[in-house]
Each structure stands twice: as structure tokens, then as C-alpha cells.
């Protein structure tokens, strides 16, 4: 049973900022590097930002690097990515995963959150 539940997606204009998170469940968080993807009408998903287990460290898709950061508390398993200055071609669905460059749990992703940014 993993469960992947995203949240804190919205409508924002141009410029505004939205935190999402992620809350995980049926594996061992702290043992996994999480990720978070995105999928636009008509594309494929992409990733959009990584973090690894402790030691922590990040990566950004080039179209997100110095507006979003990813962050994760072991304790609540729970993943984050703030995001800001936010641009219209940044509207789509959000989910997070499990894994750094791949989804571990292809099978399980969750509804994502929808993050529309008005133009």
C-alpha cells in the first residue's frame, strides 16, 4: 500500500507563489530520495525537482532552477516544493514520487494537484 497525496495546488496570477505538498505513506520515507513531476495538456510528465536521503542533495529542471524548492520533514513524510514566480507555462499537474531521476512507484502515482497560473 504506498499512497501518494498531493496538495496545494490553485489559481494564482503571474508572479504569486504556491507551496505544494506531498504526504507519503506504505514505505520507508526517509530511505528514498523524492521527487516532484509535472504534466501539462498534451505532454509527457516531467520531472521537475529531486531531493536524495540524507545527505541531502537537489535538482532542478533548468525551467524551474531559482524560483522552486524542494525540501522534505522525515517526520510528518512529507514532501514540499515552494514555488515561486510562477509563470504561465508552469501550469499543470503536479505529483511527487518516490526515486531521483525515475519514479520508483510507477504504479502508484496519486490524483496530483492542479496549478494553474493565469495570464
Known amino acids: 500500500q504506498v499512497q501518494l497525496v498531493e496538495s496545494g495546488g490553485g489559481l494564482v496570477q503571474p508572479g504569486g507563489s504556491l507551496r505544494l505538498s506531498c504526504v507519503a505513506s506504505?514505505?520507508?520515507?526517509?530511505?528514498?530520495?523524492m521527487s516532484w513531476y509535472r504534466q501539462a495538456p498534451g505532454k509527457e510528465r516531467e520531472l521537475v525537482a529531486a531531493?536524495?536521503?540524507?545527505?541531502?542533495?537537489?535538482n532542478y529542471a533548468d525551467s524551474v532552477k531559482g524560483r522552486f524548492t524542494i525540501s522534505r520533514d522525515n517526520a510528518k513524510t512529507t514532501l514540499y516544493l515552494q514555488m515561486n514566480s510562477l509563470k504561465p507555462e508552469d501550469t499543470a499537474v503536479y505529483y511527487c514520487?518516490?526515486?531521483?531521476?525515475?519514479?520508483?512507484?510507477?504504479?502508484?502515482w496519486g490524483q496530483g494537484t492542479q496549478v494553474t497560473v493565469s495570464s
Open positions: 506504505g514505505f520507508t520515507f526517509s530511505n528514498y530520495a
Open positions: 514520487n518516490a526515486g531521483y531521476d525515475s519514479p520508483k512507484y510507477y504504479a502508484s
Open positions: 531531493i536524495s536521503s540524507a545527505p541531502y542533495s537537489t
